[in-house]
């Protein structure tokens, strides 16, 4: 089934199904990490997980979930309970019609408060698979790490992608990019510098000017997110004094009017996850808009639980064509087995 019929179906469902929501249950959860996960904005030792269960009428029911992640997007983990709370109340006895028109205006102020609920209420009429093994994710590593990065690249045999999370430190970051280009096998992989917003403008020409004369360059896919989300001017200013280095933008991007905007200023990539898109019926139409306007699509979440990476997986063996490989819905991969 082709990605237009995909969403055309889960608007039907949707639309006639005459089931009302008897329940919503919110409960928290914290995974302790296999090891410490290194953003430019916070360093994380666990995953605080908010998980949302919706219960129907007839008896089933559909777990969502969302990670708050305060610096990458503006909801405190207090914001998103708050909402989440509230919205269980207002929704018990709805059709998931009427609920979904009742949190779809909330999704571009607060996206990351909104998912859970989206997500819950779509994967009603959209299965995914159980995780499977071998699937090809990138791999994630930080330039505050720079021994660490120099040994997974090293042994690494296979042609893989590598995450770097830089952090807006331009010595430090291009300390490491330039111990990395002196592993001897560094020439075999691809690289994914992300800074979360970590660059000012000044500091993000100086990077950018440094990765053009570094023979990295060649192997780099692109610059993710290197200015805050709101500062489209400074990412245009990039791109038109820097057209040979690709970026990719993330936090930017929430709903298909900016995956339009960020088009027209010739951005590249844009990154799509469920806990910033709303739920899967708006990560399918986000996914085909950008598809359309031939841009590159990267997909899934390095900060969540197999709950919604699971429905990221499926999206990619749905649609392999529509995105950029590999995927970046590893989450679950980072979490400790014992705290899962």
Not at 117 to 123: K, N, R
Not at 166 to 191: E, I, K, T
Not at 226 to 249: C, R, S, T
């Amino acid at each position: 089934m082709t990605i237009s019929a995909t969403i055309d179906k889960l608007n039907n469902d949707i639309c006639h199904d005459s089931r009302l929501i008897y329940h919503i249950s919110i409960r928290e959860n914290s995974y302790p990490l296999k090891k410490v996960y290194e953003l430019s904005f916070v360093t994380l030792e666990k995953f605080f997980v908010i998980e949302l269960e919706i219960g129907l009428s007839d008896g089933s029911k559909r777990t969502a979930e969302v990670v708050p992640l305060l610096g990458y997007s503006s909801e405190s983990p207090d914001d998103i309970k708050n909402y989440l709370e509230k919205m269980a109340i207002k929704l018990q006895g709805q059709t998931l019609l009427k609920a979904r028109y009742s949190i779809i205006p909330d999704i571009q102020k607060t996206p990351f408060s909104t998912t859970a609920l989206l997500t819950a209420i779509d994967s009603f009429f959209f299965d995914s698979l159980e995780l499977q093994h071998g699937l090809p994710f990138c791999i994630p590593t930080s330039s505050k790490e720079i021994h660490e990065m120099s040994s997974i690249v090293t042994n690494l045999k296979n042609n893989d992608t590598i995450k770097i999370k830089l952090s807006g430190d331009y010595d430090l970051d291009v300390n490491a990019l330039n111990v990395l280009s002196r592993v001897p096998n560094h020439s075999l992989h691809r690289y994914r510098l992300d800074a979360n917003q970590a660059y000012e403008l000044d500091s993000a020409y100086e990077f950018f000017s440094f990765l053009r004369d570094s023979k990295l360059l060649r192997y780099v896919d692109y610059v993710e997110q290197p200015l805050g989300a709101e500062d489209w001017e400074g990412h245009e200013q990039l791109l038109k004094n820097y057209a040979d280095i690709p970026i990719m933008l993330d936090e930017s991007i929430v709903t298909t009017s900016e995956i339009v905007r960020a088009h027209k200023i010739g951005v590249p990539f844009v990154k799509l996850k469920l806990f910033k898109q709303g739920g899967i019926l708006e990560l399918l139409t986000a996914s085909q808009l950008a598809s359309d306007l031939n841009m590159g699509i990267v997909l899934g979440n390095g900060v969540a639980t197999k709950i919604s990476n699971r429905v990221e997986i499926e999206l990619y063996h749905r649609f392999k064509e529509l995105y950029h490989a590999p995927l970046e819905a590893n989450g679950f991969l980072k979490i400790h087995s014992k705290g899962f």
